[in-house]
């Protein structure tokens, strides 16, 4: 569903999180499938869910509205994170992929120490 070049964009601090792999920069469509394996790894599948209050498209452009909720598999802590997501396709394929989640609950969840880093 990517395109081969893709404008990624995720809202975490430039330097990412140590606690979190999957956050780095990406372009390709072989590294955005490599994203969703990380996260896919890190996280107890049967545990995954989400839901989407608003979906709202103006043309080639749609924001996604909603939650995401995960339970992380090295730590057992369940967490709901509220996000964002701007897409844009073009010709069928996603070409932008712009991600604007609650980054600190995620964090926190996969940190060995509980409470944060």
Same mark, same amino acid.
């Given at each position: 569903?990517?395109?081969?070049? $893709?404008?990624? #964009? *995720?809202?975490?601090? &430039?330097?990412?999180?140590?606690?979190?792999?999957?956050?780095?920069?990406?372009?390709?469509?072989?590294? &955005?499938?490599?994203?969703?394996?990380?996260? /896919?790894?890190?996280? #107890?599948?049967?545990?995954?869910?989400?839901?989407?209050?608003?979906?709202?498209?103006?043309?080639?452009?749609? $924001? &996604? *509205?909603?939650?995401?909720?995960? =339970?992380?598999?090295? =730590?057992?802590?369940?967490?709901? /994170?509220?996000?964002?997501?701007? *897409? =844009? +396709?073009?010709?069928?394929?996603?070409?932008?992929?712009? +991600?604007?989640?609650?980054? *600190?609950? &995620?964090?926190?969840?996969?940190?060995?120490?509980?409470?944060?880093?």
């Amino acid at each position: 569903m990517f395109a081969e070049d $893709v404008d990624w #964009v *995720l809202n975490w601090p &430039v330097g990412g999180h140590p606690a979190v792999p999957w956050i780095r920069p990406r372009s390709t469509r072989a590294e &955005v499938a490599d994203h969703f394996r990380a996260i /896919a790894d890190c996280h #107890v599948p049967e545990k995954a869910a989400g839901s989407a209050s608003r979906i709202l498209v103006d043309g080639a452009d749609a $924001v &996604v *509205l909603g939650d995401i909720r995960q =339970t992380v598999k090295a =730590t057992g802590r369940p967490y709901t /994170a509220l996000c964002a997501l701007h *897409l =844009t +396709v073009e010709d069928g394929l996603i070409t932008r992929y712009a +991600v604007y989640e609650d980054s *600190l609950t &995620v964090a926190e969840a996969l940190s060995e120490r509980p409470g944060g880093s």
